[in-house]
Structures are given as C-alpha cells and as structure tokens.
C-alpha cells in the first residue's frame, strides 16, 4: 500500500539556518504531495502542496520539489526562524482508496534564538 | 475564515465506557474524515466518510468504533467500550473534495483511565 518516510527527529537549528526535512513515498497511482506544520497545542495546516510530478509548492519561505524519479517531496527553508518551531508532516493523497490522506511519522524542529 | 470545530476539548472516561466526540465540518465540504494521534506523534487514518456512507477505514477501526452524520452539519465518532489504548489526541478533519488539502480541528484529547 501507499506510504510516507520521513527522516526522524527532533532537528536542531540556529535561526536563519538552512533546513531540510526528507521525505520519500511510494504509491501505485499518481499522487498528490503535501507538507503539514502542527504548531503546539494545535491541529494540522497545510503548508504547501504539489499535485504533479516537477511542481513546487512554496509558502512562507518554505519550498517543496515534486520529484516522480526519486520519489521524493523534501521541505526546505533558506533561513529558519524561532517561530518555525513546530511538528512538521509529508503527505500523500491518491484519489483512490477511499479517498484517504496519509501522513508520515512527523519531524520536530526545534529553533533556538 | 470557515473552520472545523470539535468538542469537547477533552474528555477524561473510565475503561469500557462509551465516548462520543463531535465535529462541525466546513459547510461545503463533502469529505469527512478521523485521524488520532498518540503523544503527539504518528498521525493515524482512522476512516473517511462520502455521501452518508463509509469510503475507507483502517484495521484501527474495528467494530467499537462507528462514525455517523445525524444532520446537515455535525459528525460524530462513537467509541463503544473504551480501551486504555484509545488514548489519544483525536482530529476531525474536512474536505470539498477527495484529493487535496484536508482542513483539520483544533482536536479532542480523549483520556482513559
């Protein structure tokens, strides 16, 4: 079946450091590709999302490359900020199964000032 | 902005008691759906729901648990009998359509003792 691997946590940063969070899938079909932050205390928000293979989501500095030959989704920001801290999910969602979203394990970024 | 409400908040019940937690889906939305997570961690399928019926649920969801839609704006998840297992943050989440961005509430956290 469909699944989401996520490199573990917690990561560790400094602010205004590169981060990059990995994230590999395998599906059957085509799926569409999504990042998820859940800040303390909260539900999960999309943070950005591509639906086809070489598209690249972006949202407050954060950006995601679509790759179909590596399978692969992985978020990356140039400069992290204290306010970034949060549970970060990869997603997939195929349209079929019951129309089901799965998520991966999640990664923990911390960012300290 | 239109959101996804869920109550209670937090209910604390006694093993082999019966819960029903509730959810106020976005008013478009067709696609209903429950998640849980466990310390924080692993968001977890639990099933979605189109068009008054069941589209998928996962081996989590055996027979203690049932969802419904009484009415045009609430759906519920019913656990029968609790379990110490059933622990967890739960997360009702929307969708206007069966591949995209899902909109989650704030969450139920469910304790058993």
């Known amino acids: 079946g469909d699944s989401v691997t996520q490199m573990e946590g917690p990561v560790t940063l400094s602010e205004e450091a590169f981060l990059t969070i990995n994230c590999t899938y395998t599906?059957?079909?085509?799926?569409?590709l999504f990042w998820y932050v859940q800040y303390p205390g909260e539900g999960l928000q999309l943070l950005l999302k591509?639906?086809?293979?070489?598209d690249k989501g972006s949202n407050k500095g954060f950006e995601a490359t679509y790759r179909k030959e590596t399978t692969s989704f992985h978020l990356e920001k140039g400069s992290v900020q204290v306010s970034d801290s949060a549970v970060y999910f990869c997603a997939l969602s195929d349209g079929t199964g019951g129309f089901k979203t799965i998520f991966g394990a999640g990664t923990r970024l911390f960012v300290k000032a | 902005e239109p959101e996804v409400t869920q109550t209670p908040s937090h209910q604390v019940t006694q093993m082999g008691q019966e819960v029903i937690l509730r959810c106020v889906p976005i008013?478009?939305?067709?696609?209903f759906y429950w998640y849980r997570q466990i310390l924080g961690q692993k968001v977890e399928f639990l099933v979605s729901f189109y068009n008054n019926e069941i589209s998928e649920k996962s081996e989590i969801f055996d027979d203690q648990f049932s969802v419904e839609r009484p009415d045009g704006s609430n759906f519920t998840l019913k656990i029968r009998s609790t379990k110490l297992e059933d622990s967890a943050m739960y997360f009702c989440?929307?969708?206007?359509?069966?591949?995209?961005?899902?909109?989650f509430g704030e969450g139920s956290r469910l304790t058993v003792l």
């Open positions: 989440a929307s969708s206007p359509r069966g591949v995209g961005e899902l909109f």
């Open positions: 599906a059957t079909g085509y799926p569409s």
């Open positions: 008013s478009n939305h067709l696609y």
């Open positions: 591509a639906t086809k293979a070489d």
